[in-house]
Antibody
Framework: EVQLVESGGGLVQPGGSLRLSCAASGFTFSTSWMHWARQAPGKGLEWVADIKQDGGEKHYVDSVKGRFTISRDNAKNSLYLQMDSLRAEDTAVYYC?????????WGQGTLVTVSS | QSVLTQAPSASGTPGQRVTISCSGSSSNIGSNTVNWYQQLPGAAPKLLIYNNNQRPSGVPDRFSGSKSGTSASLAISGLHSEDEADYYCAAWDASLNAWVFGGGTKLTVL
């Protein structure tokens, strides 16, 4: 059974940092593109970033470029999102999702709240 | 303002056929395939359709997708009460180098 379990969310002050993790199981992690997406309270889905199987190619939505970094550890079947310089508008539930195709499996999400 | 445009709401009665549309441009739907996702209240999204018209294993054939030019559609036939959810389209945008979503369509089963 495919499982994606996010962790690391919480309350952080504006300008602060947070590192999200996603533990993957039930599929060959090293052969899958992986993605982060988010959903602000009461709003629609927004794709955040993705990373190629070997970590050699990454893409980001414009609003997080230079602040967020996606990475992966294929030996640990884990996906990460380092979030720096957080803003109030980054408040959302963050989901990790498997690619090939995009979103074939999703985690349950972790809530990030940016507030003073 | 989402890059892909969807009507905010749609409705139908049980057994009816409903269509949800998604409009884009040459840099996204016009040149790449479209995925559709269903999000039930309080749940994570679920992939319904990929590559315009392909269903993942386990998705009923009541759900179908199509694409023409810079627009795409999701059709749900034989509407069930449990189909009441938010539906999102998405595509890769070659100009933005990013995946883009529609704003979502809230489907109400009357």
């Amino acid at each position: 059974e495919v499982q994606l379990v996010e962790s690391g969310g919480g309350l952080v002050q504006p300008g602060g940092s947070l590192r999200l993790s996603c533990a993957a199981s039930g599929f060959t992690f090293s052969t899958s593109w992986m993605h982060w997406a988010r959903q602000a309270p009461g709003k629609g889905l927004e794709w955040v970033a993705d990373i190629k199987q070997d970590g050699g190619e990454k893409h980001y939505v414009d609003s997080v470029k230079g602040r967020f970094t996606i990475s992966r550890d294929n030996a640990k079947n884990s996906l990460y999102l380092q979030m720096d310089s957080l803003r109030a508008e980054d408040t959302a539930v963050y989901y990790c999702a498997r690619g090939n195709p995009f979103g074939v499996y999703w985690g349950q999400g972790t809530l990030v709240t940016v507030s003073s | 303002q989402s890059v892909l445009t969807q009507a905010p709401s749609a409705s139908g009665t049980p057994g009816q056929r409903v269509t949800i549309s998604c409009s884009g441009s040459s840099s996204n739907i016009g040149s790449n395939t479209v995925n559709w996702y269903q999000q039930l209240p309080g749940a994570a999204p679920k992939l319904l359709i990929y590559n315009n018209n392909q269903r993942p294993s386990g998705v009923p054939d009541r759900f179908s997708g199509s694409k023409s030019g810079t627009s795409a559609s999701l059709a749900i036939s034989g509407l069930h009460s449990e189909d009441e959810a938010d539906y999102y389209c998405a595509a890769w945008d070659a100009s933005l180098n990013a995946w883009v979503f529609g704003g979502g369509t809230k489907l109400t089963v009357l």
